[in-house]
């Protein structure tokens, strides 16, 4: 839900409510802010209202802006034409996606490279483990595969492949559960790696879709596996961030719509964190007794930091 920081409540002694009394401090205290997109900076493909603004102004704040998303459906290069469709000016070094960070994982680890990577997921993970040097198997194109469950069918699949990358799919069916099941089941050290585990998202303007999490579950049903997690919370793409960047943790601010992604993901680093209300968590989940994850701040949405910038 869309809420204004005035609406917005939350009973924490934890989390404060973004105002005009503490934004100068959060302002003067942070050199880059981290933002996630889904439910954050859009919804589906239109803006939510205020970004573009607060962008700029931050921006002539002389702040630092990172996009990180858990959404692997798009590389980087895709996402910034994304953000350029909108009438956003991002570069492809201030983006970093859990396709990407599942390229990266396998690069820092030494996969080998005569080794293939069969993909339950979109093309921008293909989009990125092409650019590591590595070859995809699978992704959009087996979305259109059936199997055939004949009483001495056998399925083949290729040995060589040493990883299964499972992120977020639209097109997933059985023939990709086999294949990547079979994979990581019978060829000897194949890795198991899921971008992300986002149960849902906003994927689209006016409803929540199942998320990565739902394939990757999928695939640790059939497997008895657990996958290894390259996207948030995990803080393995802050490494490539902070080479980048060299910022220090503690000048940084995380901005996201999830607690148990981009809020733990901020604070697992050391980042301060702002949860908005634009997207998935709601005021009474964020106080929820049951809920042990509380921001530095809260917000109804990212526009908030505009509006209470002003007189």
């Excluded at 492809?92 to 396709?99: A, K, N, R």
């Excluded at 008895?224 to 910022?247: A, D």
């Excluded at 604070?267 to 989940?285: E, I, R, W």
């Amino acid at each position: 839900m869309e809420s204004d920081s005035s609406t917005a409540t939350a009973d924490s002694s934890t989390a404060k409510p973004l105002s005009r009394d503490n934004l100068g401090g959060l302002l003067d205290s942070v050199d880059a802010f981290l933002f996630d997109c889904d439910g954050v900076i859009w919804r589906g493909d239109s803006l939510i209202d205020g970004v573009a603004e607060t962008l700029s102004f931050l921006r002539s704040k002389g702040k630092k802006l990172v996009f990180v998303t858990n959404n692997s459906r798009k590389s980087r290069r895709q996402y910034s034409k994304k953000f350029q469709s909108l009438a956003i000016s991002v570069s492809e070094d201030e983006i970093f996606t859990s396709s990407f960070a599942a390229a990266m994982f396998l690069r820092v680890n030494n996969f080998p490279q005569d080794k293939k990577v069969y993909v339950v997921g979109g093309e921008g993970i293909l989009e990125e483990l092409q650019l590591a040097g590595y070859t995809g198997l699978g992704g959009p194109e087996d979305g259109k595969k059936v199997v055939d469950l004949k009483s001495d069918e056998i399925f083949e699949h290729d040995k060589s492949v040493g990883a299964v990358v499972v992120g977020l799919d639209p097109q997933i069916n059985y023939y990709k559960l086999q294949y990547g099941s079979l994979c990581i089941r019978e060829n000897p050290g194949c890795l198991f790696v899921a971008t992300n585990r986002d149960a849902a998202g906003h994927l689209t303007r006016s409803q929540e879709w199942p998320g990565a999490g739902a394939m990757v579950a999928a695939m640790c049903a059939v497997t008895q596996k657990e996958p290894i997690v390259v996207g948030k919370p995990s803080t393995f793409l802050m490494e490539f961030l902070l080479q980048k960047f060299n910022i220090d943790c503690s000048r940084m601010c995380m901005v996201g719509d999830r607690l148990d992604t981009d809020i733990l993901f901020g604070q697992s680093a050391g980042c301060k964190t702002l949860l908005v209300f634009s997207g998935c968590t709601s005021p009474s989940l964020l106080q929820d007794p049951s809920n042990k994850i509380h921001p530095d701040y809260y917000a109804g949405k990212v526009s908030d930091i505009l509006q209470l910038s002003g007189p």
